[in-house]
């Protein structure tokens, strides 16, 4: 009999929980043969992502997952043999009690934000022992061995090689169906990113380059600050426009295995959060990653933890040209001397970003050692 498992996400706003989420539980459905259900908060949310879903739906089928709309009216279910509570989401209290009934408690599990922070290490497997003798186990992603790792599906970077590969029209045909003609010549970059006022001055740098610059913009809440550097009306998919050396043109809010090969599309891709920042990794495209903001600055710990990883294997002024980079962005000051400086080291960048896929993907993946986890625990 197939193993259950219950995800619970609660949808705090943007994309990132759902994200993460979803994509476990497609790939422990369709890797590890799990019987896995996903309760969501906001249906709305999970639409987006998965445009086949209905949103007033309480119960529904998609990629062998069984999504349940998770209300404020809890209706009893059979518990599951793995609980998993998403980013500190709290479990519905009756739930909760039919876990403590169990005459075997399921394993419960906290699937943590990811960190490259090095308390991290220390803290991945700890169990918590709960007031009603039930214990949670902490799980943490992370980018070391001594951590959960990160979401890669199985076959992942194989279809990105294939789908990159010269001998196949596969990236012609993806960017065509997206109405997107790359201008000849030019480097084609990603926008997916939260709202910075200091946007204007990289899209100034960009549009002043000597090469030629093509901007793809997931519909997003970034796209406020484009149209306002655009001095145009509300944006919408499919609109283009050019300024000097830059072309800007907006895209739909996309499924998330076409927002994968829009990246690997990419020369280059500024993502967000935490989702989207994973999988500009497999990209294995030079990148860059507007943090969410934390209370008493709380994200800046994490972003420079992950940039001393990143940048570790990279020549000093590499390593600081991109530093310079990624903080100017997320504090949004002098982003246009911070990328024209970033520019003069494009080939050691590009390198590194493959170097640094490769790396990771030589660990176990996410859904991986949570399954082993399971099974060591039984």
């Excluded at 906001?42 to 069984?66: N, W, Y």
């Excluded at 290490?121 to 918590?128: A, I, K, T, V």
């Excluded at 962005?329 to 590009?350: I, S």
Aim: charged share 20%; hydrophobic share 50%; with cysteine.
């Amino acid at each position: 009999m197939k193993a259950t498992w219950d995800i619970f996400c609660d949808v705090v706003d943007n994309y990132g929980d759902i994200g993460v989420t979803w994509r476990l539980a497609r790939q422990l459905a369709s890797e590890h043969a799990l019987q896995v259900r996903l309760w969501v908060n906001d249906m709305r949310a999970f639409v987006r992502l998965c445009p086949a879903a209905v949103a007033d739906a309480a119960v529904q089928s998609h990629a062998g997952v069984e999504v349940h709309a998770w209300s404020a009216r809890w209706q009893p279910v059979d518990v599951a043999d793995v609980v998993i509570g998403a980013f500190a989401c709290q479990l519905p209290d009756a739930y909760v009690a039919d876990m403590a009934a169990q005459p075997r408690p399921p394993l419960w599990l906290n699937l943590d934000y990811l960190s490259a922070e090095g308390w991290v290490e220390g803290c991945h497997g700890l169990p918590s022992p709960q007031a009603n003798g039930l214990r949670k186990v902490f799980f943490f992603p992370g980018f070391t061995p001594r951590t959960g790792g990160l979401l890669r599906e199985r076959q992942l970077l194989d279809e990105r090689a294939a789908f990159m590969s010269p001998h196949n029209d596969a990236r012609a045909a993806f960017l065509a169906g997206l109405r997107i003609d790359p201008v000849p010549g030019a480097r084609l970059l990603s926008l997916f990113a939260y709202e910075n006022p200091a946007l204007g001055e990289w899209l100034d740098a960009l549009a002043s380059d000597a090469r030629p610059m093509h901007l793809l913009v997931p519909h997003g809440r970034i796209l406020g600050d484009v149209q306002a550097w655009l001095h145009c009306e509300a944006l919408e998919a499919g609109d283009v426009h050019r300024r000097g050396s830059l072309t800007v043109q907006v895209l739909p809010f996309v499924a998330q295995p076409d927002y994968d090969r829009l990246l690997w599309c990419c020369d280059f891709n500024a993502v967000r959060g935490e989702d989207s920042f994973v999988r500009a990794q497999w990209a294995a495209r030079p990148m860059l990653w507007h943090i969410y903001v934390q209370e008493e600055y709380a994200h800046w710990e994490k972003l420079e933890a992950f940039l001393d990883l990143y940048t570790a294997d990279l020549p000093a002024e590499t390593a600081a040209a991109l530093r310079d980079f990624w903080r100017a962005w997320n504090q949004a000051q002098a982003v246009g001397p911070a990328w024209q400086a970033l520019g003069r080291h494009w080939p050691v960048l590009d390198r590194h970003a493959a170097q640094w896929c490769a790396k990771q993907a030589a660990q176990p993946d996410l859904a991986t050692t949570l399954v082993q986890l399971y099974r060591n625990w039984l």
